[in-house]
């Protein structure tokens, strides 16, 4: 059952807060995943059909440094603005890091990497308050 409880913001503006059940959260955990997995999916595609074509789309650019800590640290940028960063791990998994959510896991190819940083940038529902 939901329980609704309002909060003053530190502006004074009122917030409202929602109390649902563990259950209610698992089934939002789950639905956010497979949102996340078909967005993914789609772009992965669309990325595809794109190389396939011949018409390849220069909105993103990507570029490495070398870091102290992660070795060639990839950088992946949407015009002068930085979405995300990706490396190698030692397991040889690749490791991506947004600027707009929290990555958990690692992939089995840079590609993927990336598709995830792009499908995060693209859709604001992937993205953390």
């Known amino acids: ?13 009122p917030t409202t ?17 497979i949102m996340a997995q078909s967005v993914i999916d789609a772009q992965f595609d669309t990325l595809i059909t794109c190389y396939q074509g011949g018409n390849a789309s220069s909105d993103y650019e990507i570029d490495g440094v070398k870091d102290a800590d992660f070795g060639e640290l990839y950088r992946v940028w949407r015009s002068y603005c930085l979405i ?7 397991d040889g ?16 190819t ?18 953390s308050a």
């Open 1 to 13: 059952m939901k329980k609704l409880t309002h909060n003053k913001h530190r502006e004074g503006a």
């Open 17 to 33: 807060n929602l109390k649902r059940s563990s259950k209610s959260k698992n089934i939002k955990k789950k639905d956010t995943y």
């Open 84 to 90: 995300g960063t990706f490396y190698q791990a030692l």
């Open 93 to 108: 998994k690749w490791v991506a890091q947004s600027t707009k959510a929290t990555i958990k896991g690692s992939f089995s």
């Open 110 to 127: 840079e590609s993927k990497a990336i598709l995830v940083l792009v499908a995060i940038h693209e859709n604001p529902q992937l993205q």
